[in-house]
C-alpha cells in the first residue's frame, strides 16, 4: 500500500496551487482519502475527506470555503487545491487512510511567500 | 469534541510510559481511536488503530487501550528505547469529521 504525494511547491500570495495524492496497492475507489495539514512545529489538523468511488467530499469547518478537495478515481488520485493562496498556508501537507490501520503519504511541502 | 493530550511526557530506556488522549465530550468508546508516531522531518505512521490493534511491524512494546470511567484512551509503550523518542498524537472521528489531540512529545532520557 502506497500513497505517493507530489512534491514541494513554493508560491506567491494570490497564485493557486493542486497537489496530489496517487494511490497503490489498495482499491482508492472504495476508501476515504484524508488531507492533513501540519503547520510549522505544530499538531495535525484535519481538513478535509472525500470517497473516490463517488466524489463525496466532507470538510473540516476549519477549511471549508479555503480548499477544494477531489480526486479522479480513474487515476486512484486525490487532489487538494487553493485558488489564491495565503502566507499562513505555509505547511506540510498529508493524505492519509484512517480505514483499519491507516496509511499516511510522505508529505507535500507547501511554502507561500512573497 | 476534542481529545487532550500531555503535552511532553519523558521516562529512561528500558521503562513504560504511558500517554493518554481525553475525549471531552461523547464516549470515547463509540469511536475507534488510532495512535501515529511521527519522528523528527517524517510523516506520522500508524502504531495502534481501533483501539488496540497493532500494524504488522509494529513491536508489542506497543499497546492501545481504552478506559470509559475517564473517557480516556491510552497508548502505553514498554521497554522504552531511544528509538521511540517521537510525537505521538491520537484520533478519533465522529460521523465522518475527523479529530486529532494535539499530539505528545516523548523523550527518551
Known amino acids: 500500500v502506497q500513497l505517493v504525494q507530489s512534491g514541494a511547491e513554493v508560491k506567491k500570495p494570490g497564485e493557486s496551487l493542486k497537489i496530489s495524492c496517487k494511490g497503490s496497492?489498495?482499491?482508492?475507489?472504495?476508501?476515504?482519502i484524508a488531507w492533513v495539514r501540519q503547520m510549522p512545529g505544530k499538531g495535525l489538523e484535519w481538513m478535509g475527506l472525500i470517497y473516490p468511488g463517488d466524489s463525496d467530499t466532507r470538510y473540516s469547518p476549519s477549511f471549508q470555503g479555503r480548499v477544494t478537495i477531489s480526486a479522479d478515481k480513474s487515476i486512484s488520485t486525490a487532489y487538494l487545491q487553493w485558488s489564491s493562496l495565503k502566507a499562513s498556508d505555509t505547511a506540510m501537507y498529508y493524505c492519509?487512510?484512517?480505514?483499519?490501520?491507516?496509511?499516511w503519504g510522505q508529505g507535500t511541502l507547501v511554502t507561500v511567500s512573497s | 469534541f476534542m481529545l487532550t493530550q500531555p503535552h511532553s511526557v519523558s521516562e529512561s530506556p528500558g521503562k513504560t510510559v504511558t500517554i493518554s488522549c481525553t475525549r471531552s465530550s461523547g464516549s470515547i468508546a463509540s469511536n475507534y481511536v488510532q495512535w501515529y508516531q511521527q519522528r523528527p522531518g517524517s510523516a506520522p505512521t500508524t502504531v495502534i488503530y481501533?483501539?488496540?490493534?497493532?500494524p504488522s511491524g509494529v513491536p508489542d512494546r506497543f499497546s492501545g487501550s481504552i478506559d470509559s470511567s475517564s473517557n480516556s484512551a491510552s497508548l502505553t509503550i514498554s521497554g522504552l528505547r531511544t528509538e521511540d523518542e517521537a510525537d505521538y498524537f491520537c484520533q478519533s472521528y465522529d460521523g465522518s469529521d475527523q479529530v486529532f489531540g494535539g499530539g505528545t512529545k516523548l523523550t527518551v532520557l
Open positions: 481501533e483501539d488496540t490493534q497493532r
Open positions: 492519509a487512510t484512517f480505514s483499519g490501520q491507516g496509511y
Open positions: 496497492g489498495f482499491g482508492f475507489t472504495n476508501y476515504w
